[in-house]
């Protein structure tokens, strides 16, 4: 289980690193990257499933990033009140751990999903990119 969560991370860290870099003047994907798939050996076939992967996740991803941005706004509003109840506080804290638990839920199920879709090799090809670019893009 330690191992699978591990490499998951490994994954998700990866992905995202590598979409920072690659993405940030543009809305741009690693996947579609054509040096970073090249490197990797990412077929068409690979790139076209990743990319059904992300996209089948990202309109419930963005819903719940939006909601926790709302309850963390409303959590902040309620805590500078100089009359704010605990419970109510608590209860909105348990409502942002909720939120947070399924958006994370989300991603590890979708960072599974890519993972079956790339060779170990490719994984360890991604995760060597990533570190190229890791210290010149912080």
């Known amino acids: 289980m330690r191992v699978s969560l591990v490499l998951f991370a490994l994954i998700y860290f990866i992905s995202f690193s590598a979409y ?4 940030s003047k543009s809305n741009y994907k690693w996947w579609k990257n054509p040096n970073i798939a090249s490197e990797m050996g990412l077929t068409k076939q690979q790139a076209s499933s990743i990319e059904r992967i992300f996209s ?3 309109n419930k991803i963005l819903k719940l990033q939006k909601e926790l941005r709302q309850k963390e ?10 009359d704010s109840n605990n419970e109510e506080v608590l209860m909105m804290i348990d409502d942002i751990g909720h939120i947070k638990a399924n958006l994370t839920r989300i991603k590890v199920q979708m960072f599974l999903k890519v993972k079956g879709v790339l060779t ?4 360890e ?4 990119i990533k570190s190229r670019y890791q210290g010149t893009h912080r």
């Open 20 to 23: 920072a870099y690659y993405g």
């Open 125 to 128: 090809i991604l995760h060597n």
């Open 56 to 58: 089948s996740n990202k």
């Open 120 to 123: 170990p090799e490719q994984i």
């Open 73 to 82: 706004i409303q959590l902040r509003k309620k805590l500078n009140k100089s």
